[in-house]
T-cell receptor, first 113, second 113 residues
Framework: SQKIEQNSEALNIQEGKTATLTCNYT??????LQWYRQDPGRGPVFLLL?????KEKRKERLKVTFDTTLKQSLFHITASQPADSATYLC????????????FGIGTKLQVIP | ETGVTQSPTHLIKTRGQQVTLRCSSQ?????VSWYQQALGQGPQFIFQ???????GRGNFPPRFSGLQFPNYSSELNVNALELDDSALYLC????????????FGPGTRLTVT
């Protein structure tokens, strides 16, 4: 089965620094990866989608990369703010499979003022 | 806030009972996916409905079933509830079944006693 691995330990960084979160996947490269933000007790909020043929994608202070050699996606938040504190989820699609999407466990980010 | 709504917000049921959860998709979206999220875990894909047909399913037993209606709203039914079914149930709508960002509702918190 397709797996997504995210560092389940919390990431604490200082305000203003760049946060980098890692998502590793197994088996074949997915056609796309998605990143979501989830606050406690709420549904995930879509942030970015990156396709297999895209190396990098940006949206405001967010940047995501997709490295099919390393089987890894990195998610960066530049100039981080305390309001960025949340759990960030990575999800892969499973094309050709009946189980459409696999989510990772998420990485909890804490931005310290 | 997305345009995806779920009802009820919270629910307490007894082991062995049956439950129906409801989801209204965002306007213009024809696909609804359902997820189960246990505490401290990522969302687990239950199934997806695309234009009223089941279009994908995760590793969930047949007592988890669903429907999608002509207006693309959806229901998740769970029979013979077990204690392990206690979780946050999320629905997400999207414009298509693959390669599109998903918009999640706030979730239904189900507690089975």
């Amino acid at each position: 089965s397709q797996k997504i691995e995210q560092n389940s330990e919390a990431l604490n960084i200082q305000e203003g620094k760049t946060a980098t979160l890692t998502c590793n996947y197994t088996n074949y490269s997915p056609a796309y990866l998605q990143w979501y933000r989830q606050d406690p007790g709420r549904g995930p909020v879509f942030l970015l989608l990156i396709r297999e043929n895209e190396k990098e994608k940006r949206k405001e202070r967010l940047k995501v990369t997709f490295d099919t050699t390393l089987k890894q996606s990195l998610f960066h938040i530049t100039a981080s703010q305390p309001a960025d504190s949340a759990t960030y989820l990575c999800a892969r699609e499973n094309s050709g499979g009946y189980q459409k999407v696999t989510f990772g466990i998420g990485t909890k980010l804490q931005v310290i003022p | 806030e997305t345009g995806v709504t779920q009802s009820p917000t919270h629910l307490i049921k007894t082991r062995g009972q049956q439950v129906t959860l409801r989801c209204s998709s965002q306007s213009g979206h024809n696909t609804v996916s359902w997820y189960q999220q246990a505490l401290g875990q990522g969302p687990q894909f239950i199934f997806q409905y695309y234009r009223e047909e089941e279009n994908g399913r995760g590793n969930f037993p047949p007592r988890f079933s669903g429907l999608q209606f002509p207006n693309y709203s959806s229901e998740l039914n769970v029979n013979a509830l077990e204690l392990d079914d206690s979780a946050l149930y999320l629905c997400a709508s999207s414009f298509g079944s693959d390669g599109y960002e998903q918009y999640f509702g706030p979730g239904t918190r189900l507690t089975v006693t």
